[in-house]
């Protein structure tokens, strides 16, 4: 199965959960998936899908029921939807981005898990998640990371995970490798954090200011 046409599910449009996972999958045809209104939770996974967008819904679709979308082992550099407020999750490990755009910043805004896991992420700025106030996972392990911009967490009040594990961080103590002072720290905002996975980099320091917020 190379092409997702959109004859597939003129008969479908009841579908709540629809898995294509671990096939072959590497185009998806204009307004392919734009009858499945009813559509919780859809998986390409592990296909060869390099775009995916607002156009293979319909640009009036706005996925008022979708609330995890799992989209990880592909090939994508690009993820453009309008998703509603309160979405589950959205999983994008095992892919090809290499900066988070302004497109998936407004797909995140209201997500509770987001993962960009085993990326080609080479630092982390400071409006990455500028608007984005829901998440309590973020998954970002096994990219490249070097850098943290200091405040580059500050909105995520409610974040209970952060996985940054297996990156290239060195120092942290001013946002990351050799970035300027700031009244912020790389770990500022995580006022409710659980669990911080910071194994297999390249650490060399850690100042107890860096988890300030984190304290009871």
Sequence with gaps: ?????????????????????????????????????????????????????????????????????????????????????????????????????????????????????????????RDYFAFTNQILALHLGQNTLSNIEPGTFLNLKLLLTLDLSQNSLSCLEDGGNGSSSSSSSAFSGLVRLETLNLSSNQLTNLRPELFQDMAC
């Excluded at 479908?12 to 072959?24: I, K």
């Excluded at 590497?26 to 392919?32: G, H, N, Q, R, T």
């Excluded at 082992?73 to 589950?88: A, I, P």
């Excluded at 095992?94 to 993962?115: K, L, P, Q, W, Y």
């Design 1 to 125: 199965l190379r092409v997702l046409r959109a004859s597939y599910f003129e008969m479908n449009v009841e579908l709540e959960w629809l898995c294509l996972a671990h096939n072959n999958i590497s185009v998806i045809e204009e307004l392919a998936l734009s009858r499945l209104s009813k559509l919780v939770e859809l998986d390409l996974s592990h296909n060869s899908i390099a775009r995916i967008d607002q156009t293979h819904f319909g640009n009036n679709f706005l996925l008022a029921e979708l609330h995890s979308l799992v989209l990880n082992d592909n090939r994508l550099t690009r993820l453009d939807l309008y998703l509603t407020s309160e979405f589950g999750r959205i999983l994008l490990h095992n892919n090809r981005f290499d900066h988070i755009s302004a497109s998936i910043t407004s797909c995140i805004e209201s997500v509770a898990e987001f993962s960009l896991a085993n990326n080609r992420l080479a630092a982390l700025r």
